[in-house]
């Protein structure tokens, strides 16, 4: 299965982030969350750092830099040394099972282990290099058919032959794995790996069922509903008006999220509401109520305790920290959300003649004399996330240009190309790879070091090997998003006046907002929807209510209504959540973008008053892959996220500073009272 980490859909409704690499054996764990449009305008440009910003024609796709996977091995998608590979694979498979099948308690649990990472990374060779292919063809109907057809047999191979693997090293008795750790100290290199399975025996199925859902799935259940969807999506075009061009999504978002022209943000919401409308959120119910209804199912079979269970289960983290994560976004986000939109309505009512403020307006870019909104050039977006990376870490700096000069991303807002952004981890030695949607904006940027953010960790996370580099979700966001912050951060500090301050501000707390309340927006969403799941299937009229229902709690309750919401109206917003892909692909996964942004936030304040050592540390923490649960890997910084309060102090000091800090800038520039 391909696991990719992205940015969360902040652009229009949220941002967008996705678990990274074609993962292997965590079964259920192993996931795919998907990329949306890139999030609000981050940065900006200011004249100290004009040198890297200068103002560009954009490039056409056809100048900007593809990936080449030729690293993979294969000549194309349909070469024959695909099919061979793979049979290769499958006859490796059999004797694995024909070796070790009720005979781990006796013989080497070890040399099991690593014979089934190496069969497991042969595998997923194949899977990475067809989904990232058609990731940049969607419109190729060949290659999806291909793709279909070698994915049924990678899940008939992992049925047949690998999937009791996982069954029975969860079974084993407590008293034979000690056995097994005193004959060869070496299998603890794997123990992560192990108490992954272990921790999921108890919702785990007799073999028979695993199988039989493990080589179906292709056929049946979710995943072709899903994938189909996605294509329709990834077809979608929009046109601003009748003699116009017919422009993708990403392009549509890229427009209306850099117009300083509150009437044509306007006009972009209301074309891309309406076009979400009639058979495309049709299509979006039925697959978000097909994946609703597994995951109940699933759920009550496997003796999950609540909705959020299984998910945490797979971050490795408590129900109760989640929880307390939810509540503190509640009673101390939503205020300071409140607090920050009443503040950039003010700002746009004074600079752009706001006469409501709209939820078209709500990532608008401020415009503030002295800031430039012209297109940046790829060469100079490489420059300016360099420049930032260098400040913190010349290692991250020097990973990164590795994957821009080996060409590891595939830059273009391309038609037939898959929208958003995400790093894929693959398999150590051959990955990471980025897909971008790249438009010249200066959330573009911000995307490039996130996604780059996921590339490094990917990197210096290999040394666990396959089985072990990927980090439980809830650590997933941490270098992406600290990418994110020192980038942001060495822009903020070369500002060469208060203006430019504010606006960097401003659009950063855009970001934390999308990241934070946003995204448990998300989450309270699906709770919605997967509880009225249980009464019966779900239609898009219903899901368009869930979807307001939630917009209304987190945002108030919109002032042309009478409400507190800073917002005058929620027109043209009631069928944004069809295109959401995190509802389809990774139920309840939205959390961890929150969870991620508050403690980077925090480790950030960490760093500036605790500098010596840090560099050290986070490379540390990021080594360490998934051999470390978020506590054990947060301890080293003083940070303890089981505490009660240690979310709404996270709140406070993250998110509350930056808001209090753009206040009283905007105060002194005569923007607010």
Same mark, same amino acid.
């Given at each position: @299965? ?13 941002? %967008? ?7 292997? +054996? ?15 305008? #981050? ?6 750092? +004009? ?17 080449d ?21 499958a ?40 989904h990232?292919?058609?990731?940049v ?5 060949n ?21 009791? $693997?996982?069954?029975?090293? +969860? ?10 750790y005193?004959? =060869? ?63 993708? @999504? ?9 117009? *300083?022209?509150?009437? $044509? ?40 305790? *609540? ?29 300071? &959300? ?19 403020? &709209?939820?078209?307006?709500? !990532? ?27 400040q ?12 821009v ?9 391309? *038609? ?23 438009d ?11 996604? %780059? ?24 966001? #941490? ?21 430019e ?13 999308n ?9 309270? $969403? ?7 799941? =249980? ?25 042309? +209504?009478?409400?507190?919401?800073p ?10 959540? %069809? ?26 304040? !960490?760093?500036? #008053? ?25 301890g ?5 996220? #089981?505490s009660?309060? $240690? ?27």
């Amino acid at each position: @299965m391909l696991r990719l980490f992205s940015r969360p859909v902040l652009s229009l409704i949220v941002a %967008s982030s996705r678990p990274t690499s074609f993962s292997p +054996a965590l079964r259920p764990g192993i996931i795919a969350a998907f990329a949306q449009s890139p999030q609000p305008a #981050t940065f900006t440009s200011c004249q100290a750092t +004009a040198a890297i910003m200068t103002a560009a024609t954009p490039e056409s796709t056809t100048d900007l830099p593809r990936w080449d996977l030729s690293r993979f091995g294969f000549s194309s998608p349909f070469s024959d040394e695909i099919d061979s590979h793979l049979e290769e694979t499958a006859k490796l498979a059999e004797a694995f099972k024909a070796t070790y099948e009720g005979k781990l308690e006796e013989l080497s649990l070890l040399s099991a282990i690593q014979e089934y990472e190496e069969i497991s990374k042969r595998k997923t060779l194949v899977s990475s290099y067809l989904h990232l292919s058609y990731d940049v063809s969607l419109d190729d109907d060949n290659l999806k058919k291909r793709k279909g057809a070698l994915s049924q047999r990678q899940s008939e191979i992992y049925g047949d032959n690998l999937e009791w $693997f996982s069954l029975d090293v +969860a079974d084993l008795d407590d008293a034979i794995l000690a056995s097994q750790y005193e004959k =060869e100290p070496s299998l603890t290199a794997f123990k992560s790996f192990i108490d992954e399975l272990r921790r999921q025996k108890p919702h785990n199925l007799s073999k028979d069922v695993e199988r039989a859902l493990t080589v179906r799935s292709p056929y049946v259940g979710t995943r072709p509903l899903v994938s189909f969807f996605d294509k329709e999506l990834s077809l979608m075009r929009f046109k601003l008006d009748e003699d116009g061009e017919e422009v993708n @999504m990403e392009v549509l978002l890229s427009r209306m999220q850099s117009s *300083n022209d509150a009437a $044509f943000r306007a006009k972009c919401l209301q074309v891309l509401n309406e076009g979400l409308a009639g058979s495309v959120s049709r299509t979006a119910a039925l697959s978000l109520s097909s994946v609703a209804g597994g995951w109940l199912i699933e759920n009550k079979e496997r003796k999950y305790t *609540n909705l959020r269970s299984r998910r945490n289960l797979d971050n490795n983290c408590p129900d109760e920290v989640v929880d307390s994560l939810l509540v503190g976004v509640r009673s101390a986000g939503i205020p300071l &959300c409140k607090r920050f939109y009443t503040l950039k309505k003010s700002i746009l009512q004074k600079t752009q003649g706001l006469d409501k403020f &709209c939820w078209s307006d709500r !990532n608008a870019p401020i415009d503030i004399g002295g800031v430039s909104n012209d297109k940046i050039s790829w060469d100079s977006a490489v420059a300016m996330v360099k420049k930032g990376y260098s400040q913190f870490s010349p290692k991250f700096a020097e990973m990164f240009m590795s994957m821009v000069d080996e060409k590891r991303i595939d830059v273009p807002a391309a *038609n037939g190309k898959k929208g958003g952004a995400y790093c894929a981890g693959v398999i150590p030695g051959i990955g990471p790879f980025q897909l971008l949607n790249f438009d010249g904006t200066k959330q573009d940027v911000a995307t490039l070091a996130h996604e %780059s953010g996921h590339g490094v960790h990917d990197i210096l996370a290999y040394q666990q090997g396959y089985l072990q580099y990927h980090p439980p979700l809830t650590l997933a966001e #941490t270098a992406s998003i600290f990418g994110e912050m020192i980038v942001f951060r060495d822009l903020l500090a070369q500002s060469s006046s208060k203006e430019e301050e504010l606006t960097l501000l401003m659009s950063k707390i855009d970001d934390v907002v999308n990241s934070v309340v946003r995204q448990c927006s998300f989450d309270r $969403f699906e709770e919605l929807v997967h509880t009225a799941r =249980e009464k019966g299937e779900l239609s898009a009229d219903e899901l368009d209510e869930y979807w307001m229902s939630a917009l209304r709690e987190y945002y108030g309750k919109e002032g042309d +209504a009478g409400g507190d919401s800073p917002f005058d109206s929620y027109e043209n917003t009631s069928h944004l959540w %069809s295109y959401v892909p995190h509802f389809h692909h990774v139920p309840f996964y939205v959390y961890s973008y929150a969870f991620a942004d508050l403690v980077v936030g925090t480790l950030y304040n !960490n760093f500036l #008053t605790n500098k010596d050592g840090f560099e050290g540390r986070l490379l540390a923490l990021l080594s360490a892959g998934g051999t470390k649960d978020f506590a054990d890997a947060l301890g080293p910084f003083g940070l303890d996220p #089981t505490s009660s309060t $240690f979310w709404t102090e996270a709140l406070t000091a993250h998110l509350g500073e930056l808001v209090n800090e753009a206040e009283k800038i905007a105060k002194e520039l005569g923007y607010v009272e």
